[in-house]
């Protein structure tokens, strides 16, 4: 199996691709490390941790990392996904303990630890637990396998401001210092990720597994849906976090291109903005895989497959 880190600020979207990630017997999840950002750290670690118990999967280790950002107040995004970050079901209190370690402690000590080129860090929130980690141990840069984010937009535009995606614009520096650090990036930004729609139908498909994750998974989804639904006026709401993990379990699903991706972090009108060279008018090097376009039903099949496993 491919081993992996989940870097994530659940989120009902996180959350998903934690199931997602869980429910698969090819991907070896070493940890879990919480973050900041759509809510409080207090709460995305102890979200991560319900959702773990929903999964059935206690064992599995949850690590609580950056409280705020590097350099900036932390933003987060209750509007979109309630007070707890996971709003729509009933989930009880986990009584999984979370992991004395800190995340940052967890994601250096684990790549140190394991040969190289062997764990994959799915990030699912803003970037802050990794980049600290590159500055405590830059020589883990070396032994990352890739990072596969969810982050940045480009002919979406953005979705907290015209130019920058939440992820990136929570934490800029962090995600510049991730971009420039030379290690392989698979990036999902919302030009995919506004592709993949929880329309009715699909949450009616995963609805008929009948079980309890199914059942949790379509109320966090029609909660979520809702601020997107209205905002866009689209049907269903953009399952972002998810395309991380599909695209480790079926690349042919997407496709893309190798591009040179920076990170404004300056201009107060456009900071947190990833600026793809998609088109390759510049020479600065490719530094990360773009991902554009999706199989939107495939993804979809294999999301309902792999919680019908839970
Ligand atoms: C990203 O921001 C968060 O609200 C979601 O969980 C996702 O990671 C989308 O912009
Ligand atoms: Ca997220």
Redesign the pocket.
């Known amino acids: 199996p491919i081993k992996i880190i989940i870097d994530t ?1 659940p ?4 959350a998903v691709a934690i199931l997602l990630a869980l429910a698969s017997d090819r991907l070896n999840v070493l940890g879990i490390t919480a973050v900041a ?2 809510v409080p750290l207090a709460l995305t670690e102890k979200n991560a941790r319900k959702i773990c118990e929903l999964a059935r999967k206690p064992g599995t280790r949850v690590y609580a990392g950056a409280k705020s950002p590097m350099e900036r107040p932390l933003v987060t ?1 209750e509007y ?2 309630g007070k707890s970050g996971l709003d729509g079901p009933q989930l009880p209190e986990p009584d999984m303990p979370l992991q004395p370690l800190h995340g940052v402690d967890f994601i250096v000590e684990t790549l140190l630890a394991e040969p190289a080129g062997e764990v994959t860090i799915c990030a ?2 803003p970037l802050t637990n990794l980049a600290l980690a590159l500055q405590q141990a830059p020589q883990i840069a070396e032994r990352v396998r890739q990072i596969v984010l ?2 940045g937009g480009f002919f979406e535009g953005g ?1 907290v401001t015209p130019a920058a ?3 990136i614009y929570v934490d800029p520096e962090a995600a510049k210092m991730v971009f420039a650090s030379g290690i392989p990036i698979v990036m999902m930004p ?1 030009d995919v ?1 506004h592709k993949v729609l929880t329309t009715r139908s699909r949450l009616d498909v995963i609805g008929k597994l009948a079980t309890p994750v199914s059942k949790a998974v379509v109320e966090l989804l029609e909660f979520f849906e809702r601020y997107d639904e209205s905002k866009y006026g689209i049907e269903g709401g953009p399952l ?2 998810p395309t991380v993990i599909a695209w480790l379990l079926q690349p042919d699903l997407f496709s893309g291109r190798y591009c040179n991706v920076e990170i404004e972090t300056q201009s107060p009108l456009t900071e947190g903005m990833t600026v793809v060279d998609w088109w390759q008018v510049t020479d600065r090097p490719h530094n990360a895989l773009v991902i554009r376009d999706v199989d939107a039903d495939g993804f979809f099949a294999l999301l309902t497959d792999h919680l019908s496993r839970l």
């Open positions: 600020d989120g009902q979207d996180d950002g759509n995004a979109v996904h699912l929130g969810m982050g979705n995606e939440f992820n919302l990720t972002h976090d």
